[in-house]
């Protein structure tokens, strides 16, 4: 059982950033595909980015490429997203998922791909 769990969310005024970090249990999360999603109230579960196992290949959702950007520290079990320019719009629930897939160049983009899923942490932006 894997079991995943975001922080580093929180209030912050527009302009500003924060990074979330997803730490995973288990031993092998160097083999699984990570991703970050994005719920906002009264909406849909959003794409915002992910990553191959071994890093080297990222995906990014639209509203958020050049702002955002997601890396991996796979000794650390740990998955990041460092968000900037933040604006009101990035207000959600971020989610971390994560799949095994041994393709290093893979990285799902649909919620369903994903099989693991943290709780969530909040991200408010002010403006």
């Known amino acids: 059982q894997v079991q995943l769990v975001e922080s580093g969310g929180g209030l912050v005024q527009a302009g500003g950033s924060l990074r979330l970090s997803c730490t995973a249990s288990g031993r092998t999360f160097g083999t699984y595909a990570m991703g970050w999603f994005r719920q906002a109230l009264g909406k849909e579960r959003e794409f915002v980015a992910a990553?191959?196992?071994?890093?080297?290949?990222?995906y990014y959702g639209d509203s958020v490429k050049g702002r955002f950007t997601i890396s991996r520290d796979n000794a650390k079990n740990t998955v990041y997203l460092q968000m900037n320019s933040l604006n009101p719009d990035d207000t959600a629930v971020y989610y971390c998922a994560g799949v095994i897939d041994t393709n290093p160049r893979w990285a799902g983009r649909s919620a369903s791909e994903y099989y693991y899923w943290g709780q969530g942490t909040q991200v408010t932006v002010s403006s």
């Open positions: 990553i191959s196992w071994s890093g080297g290949v990222t």
